[in-house]
């Protein structure tokens, strides 16, 4: 005999309430377009590791979800390596966010950050991430800044790092090039 779910309900099963998860395990995900699954992520987030549950909070009105989620993993060691793989990916054109759910923003503000200047137009968020984390643990996600009306990168953009070690780095490198 076999038991069937009724469609719907597995997405139910997937979310869990905060106070119930590993906050050492779990991921925050930003950024979501509307068009994005508690399905969908759970799909992209198992290539990294084995996920234990996804949660992606919903509108009471409009059962739309705002735009965020938490996807947890069975070892810390799985989301650490899921945020720095996944962080920046473009999921329906939009690059999602990933960062350490337990994070304490307060304790990331060590003034670690740095002005990128001269950039080419198409350099994106992603590239600039890609590039700048060789040098350290990079705590909020590189930000171009872009002309308001067009969209286009203004040619400058900034970092922030979780230490001057890191930060240091990346400036005794990049003068050289």
Known sequence: MTTRIAPG????????????RNQDATAY??????????ELLWE????????????????????????????EFRSEEDADYAIKVLNMIKLYGKPIRVNKASQDK???????????????????????????????????NPKIMRDPESGNSRGFGFISYDSFEASDAAIEVCVLC
């Open 29 to 38: 995900v930003g950024n979501l377009d509307p068009q994005v699954t508690e």
């Open 44 to 71: 992209l987030f198992v290539q990294a590791g084995p996920v234990v549950n996804v949660y992606v909070p919903k509108d009471r009105v409009t059962n739309l979800h705002q735009g965020y989620g938490f996807v």
């Open 106 to 140: 307060k304790s990331l503000d060590v003034g670690a950050n740095l002005f990128i200047g001269n950039l080419d137009p198409d350099v994106d968020e992603k590239l600039l991430y890609d590039t700048f984390s060789a040098f350290g643990v990079i705590v909020t």
């Open 9 to 20: 309900v597995g997405a139910n099963l997937l979310g869990q309430h905060s106070a119930e």
